[in-house]
């Protein structure tokens, strides 16, 4: 079968999305839609990461599939998303959300030397997770835009990111660094394969950043505080507070309880928590299927000690 030539190599680091985009900047110079459409590819079911479509795509490139598939999100239902062998409910950004980093997409330009620039701005796979709020790299809250109509425009920024690199440099420039948190580090470094802490790593992704974001909010702000009402800087430091304990495991986890107890324990009786189920926002999170036995067993073994109960 002949391939479209030149391949215009698949980046470890982006969407699947981002890299048909780029190739329909390249080949047609023109929009994705358009592109897949003339290819005999169907574009919604490329934007819902139907693992066929986007198999028939790689041949047609010449790419190998796999580390496209890797990175590629893929429609389970309505609600639910799958990557490889995560399901992903709650953390991934709405579809019509494009986050960025400014300096990424500047280094992006650089690279371009006198081609159009939409070949060359990828979008990043961490940048479609909610609780990553900042680029690893550069140390920069994400910026946030609407997602452009994919037929019209170059590349997946087309429309939406209209700033030349001297613009986005200066963004940079003026942005207020952040310092992200240590969840975000290991949700990057997971995505990217690398091995992280063994108990987390032994859990599937979304509950393991549901625990620690309502674990750490539990710990600074007390158990009604709900993680998801936190603003983006606060979520960082919950999130820091809580990874601080879930990266080290189930001893790690009986500390929090410890700490959370001491923290919200008085001389009145009637204040003392003797039930895991009086924090509330973590008593949800409990109840997801695959963190029941191996948390709910903790948390009992904790309040089991408690007298009176
Ligand atoms: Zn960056």
Redesign the pocket.
Known sequence: MAHLFPLLPFCTDETHWSWAARMAALHIRGPIGIFLRDLGLDPYLLSIGDVGEVTRLCVIAGQDPKPVLRNTVTQHSSRSWRLGKEALTDCLCPQQELRF?P??LAEDDAMADGQDIAIHRRERLIWRLKPINS?P??R?PLIRRERSDSAVGKGVFADCVPETATMLLDIADHAEPCLGSSLQTYIADRLAGRPGPAWPDSLPLEPVIRITAQLGAALKGGPYVVFDDLPDTEQDVASACGWSYIAKGEAGIRHALQVLQAGFETNDSTCIIKHWRAFVPLDDVLWHPPLCRPLRRIFDERFASIPGN
């Open positions: 980093c300096a990424c680029c790299k550069h920069l």
